[in-house]
């Protein structure tokens, strides 16, 4: 299943969530389970706005964008975080609202048993999305998969929580639980928008995957006939890129150091899935100083 169709998938089952939490809370009137209710809305504009932002990226290049679009799955990741971070807003103040003016509780049994079948449906769900996010490298999908594991916890403590409502008699737990749930997915959304903004300042790639990459380039290095140097990598979304210089010897053909370019190439692209690489051929005894970091500043 491609990532388009798990994002279409979480709509559907945005849908069905909303349905069951919204029915739990009517029958309830519990603020803890309003608030499941707001965050399963949350899943779907931002199911929605992915599944947008995941089109668009899939795009080809073109003549505005000659890299692609990859970088629009991060734009989805922000979005998604600043809605988690209007719902736990707005789950805080019909806490602060409940506290003022609490309200006793009814039906909590059907309540409880519409919000565990909601959280099996995300559960099964998020677990899937998450397998497949980390296969393909989409933060849209990632995002989204993060968001339906965080409203499954945040549903096992309304609905553990409201069971000691209904032992104990304490509806002050009720708001208390939902001011808990708020801070809980504030804590989620601020990190996605850190991570959205990671993305789209060109954040290197990951340690392992930048070891990988120097591995295949010691086994090409040659004291006297190549070295590599000026190694600078980043990810835009799915895609991978690799920039570096390649030094040999000046007496080498361009047929030659050609064809050495292209094995180091293909050797880097077989280690590392889905990696574009740019290498610049130069003389040993020549240095670049275009883009040297001092030259930045």
Known sequence: MQVASYLKLSVAVAIATIGLKTVAWWLTG?????????????????????LAMVTL????????HPYGHHKAEYFSSAFEGVLILVA??????????????????????????????ASVLNAALAWGMLRKARAMRSM??????????????TSAGVVLGLAAVHFTGWQWMDPLLAAAVALNILREGLSLVRRSFDGLMDQALEPEVQARIDAVLEEFRHENTIRFDHVYSRRAGQRRFVDLHMHMPRSWSLGRAAAVRTSVEQALMSAVPGLRATIQLLPMDVESRFDDREDLI
């Open 30 to 50: 519990s603020v803890g389970l309003l608030s499941d209710a707001l965050e399963a809305l949350v899943n779907l504009a931002g199911a929605l706005f992915a």
């Open 57 to 64: 990226a899939a795009l080809p290049p073109d003549e505005g």
């Open 88 to 117: 736990a807003l707005a789950i805080l103040w019909a806490a602060f609202d409940r506290f003022l003016h609490p309200q006793p509780l009814a039906q909590l049994g059907l309540g409880l048993a519409l919000s565990v079948l």
């Open 140 to 153: 849209a999908l990632e995002a989204d998969a993060r968001h339906l594991f965080t409203d499954v916890w």
